[in-house]
């Protein structure tokens, strides 16, 4: 193959999740997609029906897997795992979260919030950047010559796409542009990569346009 040769790596984040209780779910397990979560996961997978896919990963988290299991079908390809595109860990996991409400009116709680630019809440930005990159390399090695698609989870993609854009990786979570079921598209020409681009092919799908979440 080339050392010329164009490769896109699609990383995606899952679908909508089942959620009654609203809590943080992070790195838990048994957060399947909701019926409307596969249904996005369907329409991604009919968006690159006609695409040259020939590698499909996902994080090992439920819901990543399920969101990647159409699109694999729709290449005849098996759904392989990366724990490097897992979710980033949060000390919030398990709690409900939100503004007014949840985790953060508790006092014993402040304590995490100290610093926003590491962050003291979770996993360092820097290490999600560290495992992002490697899994997106390994895609690229993997897809050579053609296209990937790695499922997994909005903030790891986000700070990733922000790494490659030498965006600040400290942010508000508000503006992050990485809805359900969207396509953060990474080409690359040979190993350089030379464009990022951003779709959402279920956005008529999503309750809101929602953007903040796992």
């Not at 809440?121 to 390994?138: C, N, S």
């Not at 990786?169 to 040979?190: E, I, K, M, V, Y």
């Amino acid at each position: 193959m080339s050392s010329s040769a164009l490769t896109v790596v699609h990383v995606m984040r899952h679908g909508e999740v089942e959620n009654p209780t609203g809590v943080l779910y992070g790195r838990l397990p048994g957060y399947h997609l909701s019926e409307l979560g596969r249904k996005m996961a369907d329409r991604v997978a009919e968006h690159l029906a006609g695409r040259d896919v020939t590698h499909v990963v996902a994080s090992p988290l439920e819901r990543a897997q399920e969101t990647a299991e159409p699109i694999a079908t729709a290449h005849s390809l098996p759904v392989a795992t990366d724990p490097r595109l897992i979710e980033a860990a949060n000390v919030f996991q398990g709690k409900p979260f939100g503004v007014g409400d949840g985790a953060l009116r508790h006092p014993g709680n402040w304590r995490h919030l100290r610093n926003p630019f590491r962050p003291s809440w979770g996993e360092p930005y820097l290490d999600q950047v560290a495992r992002m990159r490697a899994a997106l390399d390994t895609a690229r090695e993997a897809a050579t010559g053609h296209e990937a698609v790695c499922v997994s989870h909005q903030l790891p993609i986000w700070i990733l796409r922000s790494h490659v854009e030498r965006r600040r990786l400290w942010h508000d979570p508000r503006r992050r542009q990485c809805n359900l079921a969207s396509l953060t598209s990474f080409t690359f020409r040979g190993a350089e990569l030379v464009s990022v681009g951003y779709s959402e092919p279920a956005r008529d799908l999503v309750p809101g346009n929602a953007g903040f979440g796992a």
